[in-house]
Structure formats: C-alpha cells, structure tokens
C-alpha cells in the first residue's frame, strides 16, 4: 500500500437529515491530497481537485474539509438499470471519448470523468441523445468551468 494514499470520506446530503458517506482515495501532495477516484455521489469534486482534509480523532477517520484547487476536469453520471448495457456506455467513454469510468452497481450508476482538455460539448450531445432516447438519466454532478464554457 502506498503510504501517500489515505482514504478521505465524504458527506453528502441526500434530504433533509439524511446523509451518506462515499469513501475515496486520495494521494498527498505538499499540504493538500489529490482525489485518486471517480466520484459516484459526492457532487461538486472530480478527480484530480485539490483538496484539505481533517482527521477525526474519535473515528480515526479522514474527512474532507475544503477545495484548495480545481483540476478542471468534470464528473458526469448516468443512470442504468440494465448492468450489461452499462457496460457496452462504459466502453464508448473510454474507448470513444478517452474517458475514465467507475461504476457503483448497487445505485446502477456509471460515474465519468471528463477531462478538462476533452471536448465537452460532443459529450453532452451524446449524453442527450441517450436520455432523450429513454437509455438513461444523467446529471452533471461536477461541471468545470472549461467544459461550462464550451456550452455556452
């Protein structure tokens, strides 16, 4: 195991009260860790922010505490249900759009990172013609201000 690597959990509001918990690597960097995963429910974060964290005594837990710097790339998710089927739009963003992928099957979610030299906007079309299409739902749980400003 990579020393440098330490598993940051992260808060996230799903209603009033309710939270849940996502759990990610991240690497050390002079004072800030860089986020080594594909977030699958943590919104606003991608891999590769910069970020602080705080070290929970009583838990013996790492959490995250704030953003130090943006790597510029975006997290897109889409929801499928049919686990074949996600796999097949797995493959298109990684062979077709040099995209990495990881999937959370319980919540039947492929998470996508964007990077923040690809071009967003044949993405988005992509990802509208399928939802328009009924194949899947989708949110764009971080979107950078690179890819913000391609659609614009």
Not at 22 to 38: A, F, H, P, Q, V
Not at 83 to 112: G, H, P, W, Y
Not at 116 to 138: F, M
């Amino acid at each position: 195991m990579n020393k440098d690597l330490i598993k940051v959990n992260f808060l996230q509001s799903t209603g009033e009260d309710e939270y849940i918990t996502e759990t990610m690597w991240c690497r050390k960097s002079g004072d800030s860790y860089i986020l080594d995963n594909i977030p699958c429910v943590a919104k606003n974060i991608s891999l590769g922010d910069a970020i602080s964290v705080e070290y929970d005594e009583g838990e013996e837990k790492f959490y995250f505490e704030d953003f130090i710097a943006y790597s510029g790339n975006s997290t897109l998710r889409l929801i499928i249900e049919d686990d074949q089927f996600r796999k097949e739009v797995r493959k298109v963003f990684e062979d077709s759009f040099k995209c990495a992928c990881e999937v959370l099957a319980q919540m039947n979610t492929l998470a996508i990172n964007i990077p923040k030299d690809q071009n967003y906007r044949l993405i988005k079309e992509y990802v509208n013609v399928g939802s328009s299409d009924g194949k899947w739902q989708y949110v764009e749980s971080c979107l950078s201000d690179e890819h913000r400003t391609q659609l614009a």
